[in-house]
T-cell receptor, first 114, second 115 residues
Framework: AQSVTQPDIHITVSEGASLELRCNYS??????LFWYVQSPGQGLQLLLK??????LVQGIKGFEAEFKRSQSSFNLRKPSVHWSDAAEYFC????????????FGGGTRLMVKP | KAGVTQTPRYLIKTRGQQVTLSCSPI?????VSWYQQTPGQGLQFLFE???????NKGNFPGRFSGRQFSNSRSEMNVSTLELGDSALYLC??????????????FGPGTRLTVL
């Protein structure tokens, strides 16, 4: 069965600094990969996704992620963080023959210092 | 285009009661999935419906059930509520279902509190 690990439960960065959130997955083949963001009391908003092709994917709000097959990773990056980026970030995987079932990582809570 | 809507947004029930939550997908979306989010277990898949048929089911007891109507709206029901059922229940919709995963769009969730 597939699994997702987000090693960092909490991360604090200063506004304007760069950000990298880590995501590692476990699956025998190439999964479909997603990053979602959740603001307090809200549902999940899709930031970006990787299905195939170019391993560097661009998303909304200035985020990007890079799929590295050799490291089973799909890390999320942003060059300059804004205070409004403070939220919880979830990495998720979907696999063939499992429909739309998403397996989520535990999430990383991002705090932004002024 | 309107997003995924879930009703009610907040619900308080007592142990032993049952509850029904509703989800209206984005117009044109035919697949609806449900997830439970708790601080301890995180986000867990409950089930997926497409064309009024359950396509996938997560590892939850039979107290959790769902259905989908011909207009793609979905309901989930939890019977004999337990304290541990307190959670944010999220609904997600996508255009299609099947072997290939599709992009899912989430609603704001229903916050269920069981006392």
């Amino acid at each position: 069965a597939q699994s997702v690990t987000q090693p960092d439960i909490h991360i604090t960065v200063s506004e304007g600094a760069s950000l990298e959130l880590r995501c590692n997955y476990s699956y025998g083949a190439t999964p479909y990969l997603f990053w979602y963001v959740q603001s307090p009391g809200q549902g999940l908003q899709l930031l970006l996704k990787y299905f195939s092709g170019d391993t560097l994917v661009q998303g909304i709000k200035g985020f990007e992620a890079e799929f590295k097959r050799s490291q089973s990773s799909f890390n999320l990056r942003k060059p300059s963080v804004h205070w409004s980026d403070a939220a919880e970030y979830f990495c998720a995987v979907a696999v063939n023959n499992a429909g739309n079932m998403l397996t989520f990582g535990g999430g990383t809570r991002l705090m932004v210092k002024p | 285009k309107a997003g995924v809507t879930q009703t009610p947004r907040y619900l308080i029930k007592t142990r032993g009661q049952q509850v029904t939550l509703s989800c209206s997908p984005i117009s044109g979306h035919r697949s609806v999935s449900w997830y439970q989010q708790t601080p301890g277990q995180g986000l867990q898949f409950l089930f997926e419906y497409f064309s009024e048929t359950q396509r996938n089911k997560g590892n939850f007891p039979g107290r959790f059930s769902g259905r989908q109507f011909s207009n793609s709206r979905s309901e989930m029901n939890v019977s004999t509520l337990e304290l541990g059922d307190s959670a944010l229940y999220l609904c997600a919709s996508s255009i299609k279902a099947g072997a290939v995963a599709d992009t899912q769009y989430f609603g704001p969730g229903t916050r269920l509190t069981v006392l």
